[in-house]
């Protein structure tokens, strides 16, 4: 029985170290597979912070490499002065700015930053120095106050070389505001029209700090790799910035023909000319417009002049000599090499007034012409409309005119 109880107790004490040992070694396991645990949450932290973009106003995300096209830069500006202690009140801004080979940090003022690059130009300012209408208006109200400034305020000089479509405001969230315009325009220099679509953005960092950023892109210089870009600049500062070049070429397209159709006629006439007849570019001017099948007069061989002279003051000496029939002969034959069959008589009231009419034919860069020159008084202004085509042509240009005149109208133009 001693031996069995010896044998019992050996058991038992054998038992409870095996026990303690298995326990020591779960719990070994525990610690390792929690340390792992550890370690795996360490690293999907450190991921999450790798992956998660940072955004204005936001926490700055140290040594972020996720931006392909953007660098990050810091905008400081000076804010206020406590009088008492002379302490300077600053604040300081991170932001991304798109590389580029023009940028200008802090160039003309404190607080900004420029950049050009692959037909982007942008441009941030943190506490811009806009006046609004109402210190108490709202983040869109602000914006809109500042794009009616901008834009509401160009003169009729300005217009006639830019013409914009606006979104209008929109809010995002509780302190954000965007807005996008189209805008053509055509440079003094160049011929053709351009688009771009230019995003304003405001945003209230803080209630005394405003931050304010305009990205524009033009199309005649944009690239495949400007809508990466703006999907970064998109991911940063929490805003559309709206680009699609097929679409913008598809607007350009549509509004260079809606201006063809309005330089149909200049100021003061109203003529509808058939669809097929064309401004002719290569005539056509500030004084005169010159339409044609296809555009092209010489082609054609035929062809719809129309000028328009505003009476001023003083005029009506030149307004009585060229309604008088000599004075009027010698209009048409001063330039021409050879005039033949010239006839002038009173045509009768026509749209554009009371109009004479001149026929006659002439030799012109070795073509025979035959020409149809109305001249028409209306509100002391004096119109031109004249038909032209070479003699061997078949269509009848003349008979256009006539349509014309008959249906056209003639508006009332503001001296400028």
Not at 117 to 131: E, H, K, L, R
Not at 240 to 246: A, K, M
Not at 261 to 266: Q, R
Not at 313 to 326: M, T
């Amino acid at each position: 029985m001693e031996q069995t109880w010896q044998a019992a107790m050996a058991s038992r004490e054998e038992t409870v170290r095996e026990s303690s040992g298995d326990k020591h070694q779960a719990d070994g396991r525990q610690e390792e597979l929690q340390s792992d645990e550890y370690q795996d949450d360490d690293k999907r932290v450190e991921k999450e912070d790798e992956d998660a973009n940072p955004v204005l106003g936001g926490e700055r995300v140290e040594g972020y490499q996720g931006f392909k096209y953007l660098f990050e830069t810091v905008l400081t500006v000076y804010m206020d002065e406590d009088v008492k202690s002379g302490r300077i009140k600053r604040k300081s801004v991170s932001v991304y700015v798109p590389m580029g080979n023009d940028i200008r940090i802090n160039g003309d003022f404190p607080g900004t930053v420029n950049s050009d690059t692959q037909g982007i130009s942008f441009y941030a300012d943190v506490n811009p120095g806009i006046t609004f209408p109402k210190e108490d208006a709202s983040i869109d109200e602000k914006l809109d106050s500042y794009i009616e400034h901008i834009y509401g305020g160009l003169d009729e000089e300005s217009y006639n070389r830019t013409e914009v479509e606006s979104s209008g405001s929109y809010k995002i969230g509780k302190n954000a505001a965007a807005a996008t315009v189209v805008e053509y325009w055509h440079p003094d220099d160049e011929e053709d029209y351009r688009i771009s679509y230019i995003t304003y953005y405001m945003k209230e960092l803080e209630p005394d700090l405003l931050f304010f950023l305009e990205v524009e892109i033009d199309s005649s210089e944009a690239t495949s790799e400007t809508p990466e870009i703006l999907e970064e600049l998109e991911a940063f500062y929490e805003v559309d910035i709206p680009w699609d070049s097929d679409e913008a070429e598809e607007k350009l397209e549509n509004y260079i023909a809606e201006k063809a159709k309005e330089a149909a006629v200049l100021p003061g006439t109203d003529f509808s000319f058939p669809e097929n007849w064309e401004r002719d570019e290569g005539y056509s001017d500030g004084d005169v417009v010159i339409y044609a099948p296809g555009g092209d007069c010489d082609g054609a061989g035929c062809g719809i002049v129309v000028a328009f002279f505003m009476a001023g003051e003083g005029d009506d000496d030149i307004l009585g000599c060229l309604v008088d029939d000599e004075y009027f002969k010698a209009a048409i034959t001063e330039g021409l090499e050879e005039v033949e069959g010239l006839e002038i008589a009173y045509y009768g009231e026509t749209c554009i007034g009371e109009t004479t009419l001149a026929k006659f034919s002439c030799l012109s860069d070795g073509e025979r012409t035959d020409c149809q020159f109305y001249l028409g008084e209306k509100d002391g202004n004096i119109y031109f409309v004249v038909g032209m085509q070479y003699q061997w042509l078949e269509m009848n240009t003349f008979e256009l005119v006539k349509t014309l005149l008959e249906s056209g109208e003639t508006a009332e133009v503001e001296e400028q």
